[in-house]
């Protein structure tokens, strides 16, 4: 299965997704002027991959920001993700979020409370 790679713009986040790592990734803004055409490619690229995913996948979210129409988003791929865990794979979810950004660790908290897969919030410390 080919990657999907996108390259984060002041609005988009960077997408990088490859099966020959075990590990996909969302970082940056997510504020897209339309967030489900912007996410449905990787939507898609996730319908063909829950059909034959990796024994174990870490799904890791650094998000700096995300309105709330990519939030939505993020719990369809969440959704998808489920799926994967339900068949029997290892999924993990690390969020990522700044010590100084109670919005995001709330988001992230709010995420693991509806999500039924392993979910670790991961707090980065500034230096």
């Known amino acids: 299965m080919d990657a999907y790679y996108l390259e984060a713009t002041p ?8 099966p ?3 590990t996909f ?15 449905k ?3 898609d690229w996730l319908d063909k991959y829950v059909h034959n995913p990796l ?10 920001y995300f309105n709330t129409s990519s939030s939505k988003c993020l719990v369809e791929i969440f ?12 999924v993990t979810i690390e969020w990522y979020f700044d010590e100084e950004d109670e919005d995001m660790e709330e988001s992230g908290e709010d995420f693991k409370e509806i999500i039924k897969i392993p979910f670790k919030m991961k707090e980065i410390k500034e230096d």
């Not at 990734?25 to 996410?39: A, D, K, Q, T, V």
């Open 11 to 18: 609005k988009t986040p960077k997408l990088d997704f490859n």
């Open 20 to 22: 020959d790592a075990d």
């Open 25 to 39: 990734l969302i970082s940056g803004r997510s504020i897209p002027e339309n967030s489900i055409e912007f996410y």
């Open 41 to 43: 490619p990787l939507l």
């Open 55 to 64: 024994e174990s996948t870490i799904f890791e979210i650094k998000l700096e």
């Open 79 to 90: 959704r998808k993700l489920e799926k994967i865990h339900d068949s029997g794979n290892k």
